[in-house]
């Protein structure tokens, strides 16, 4: 079965340009979440969706940042303009259900903003 | 005080020794744990979830929970140095919650 699956895996830009990542969960589950992973601040939640529908996104650090689902198959996380402070690793996860279902993670892209 | 607490390490053991990872967390309405493994530059991995009071066993790992103390551990029976990565608590409340990760180190 395929996981979840995020590009680029890595992404090296110039600060002040944009940055989308792109996320495409498990076929059948319908919550997906955005996080990010730093050495300082360990492993944030930044939004969450259920039904593609955003529930929470009180981890969203300010308006640079903004996530989508258009649908149930694809989710982006969009930076703009990008700040040397986002480099960091961004992750997707999927879970069948809102609630106490354990998630399954992708394998992250690498951010870097120079 | 942090919502999920974990000792950061690194937690040393001997091959075949049996390694404790410890968590405390601060949401008494936290209904849901599990314990995720992730490797350096790798993602997290689930390797166990919990939800009542007790122990649950899975292979060489045991997930033990004591929601009255507001405690959750996972024990590696017969360490491997395979099982050396970063293990990190997670606890369900309103949302997940993540620990900082303990790192474990099993020496051949």
């Known amino acids: 079965d395929a996981g979840v699956i995020q590009s680029p895996r890595h992404e090296v830009t110039e600060m002040g340009q944009e940055v989308t990542l792109r996320c495409k969960p498990i076929?059948?589950?319908?919550?997906l979440f955005w996080y990010r992973q730093t050495m300082m601040r360990g492993l944030e939640l930044l939004i969450y969706?259920?039904?593609?529908?955003?529930?929470?996104d009180s981890g969203m650090p300010e308006d640079r940042f903004s996530a989508k689902m258009p649908n149930a198959s694809f989710s982006t996380l969009k930076i703009q303009p990008s700040e040397p402070r986002d480099s960091a690793v961004y992750f997707c996860?999927?879970?069948?259900?809102?609630?106490?279902?354990?998630?399954?993670f992708g394998d992250g892209t690498r951010l870097s903003i120079l | 005080q942090k919502e999920v607490e974990q000792n950061s390490g690194p937690l040393s053991v001997p091959e075949g020794a049996i390694a404790s990872l410890n968590c405390t967390y601060s949401?008494?309405?936290?209904?849901?744990f599990f314990w995720y493994r992730q490797y350096s530059g790798k993602s997290p991995e689930l390797i166990m979830f919990?939800?009542?009071?007790g122990d649950k066993e899975d292979g060489r790992f045991t997930a033990q929970l004591n929601k009255a103390s507001q405690y959750v551990s996972l024990l590696i029976r017969d360490s491997q140095p395979s099982d050396s990565a970063t293990y990190l608590c997670?606890?369900?409340?309103?949302?997940?919650?993540f620990g900082q990760g303990t790192e474990l180190s099993v020496k051949p």
């Open positions: 996860a999927s879970s069948p259900g809102q609630g106490s279902q354990p998630q399954h």
């Open positions: 076929s059948g589950h319908n919550s």
């Open positions: 969706f259920n039904n593609n529908v955003p529930i929470d």
């Open positions: 949401d008494r309405g936290s209904q849901s």
């Open positions: 919990i939800y009542s009071n």
């Open positions: 997670a606890v369900q409340g309103g949302k997940l919650i």
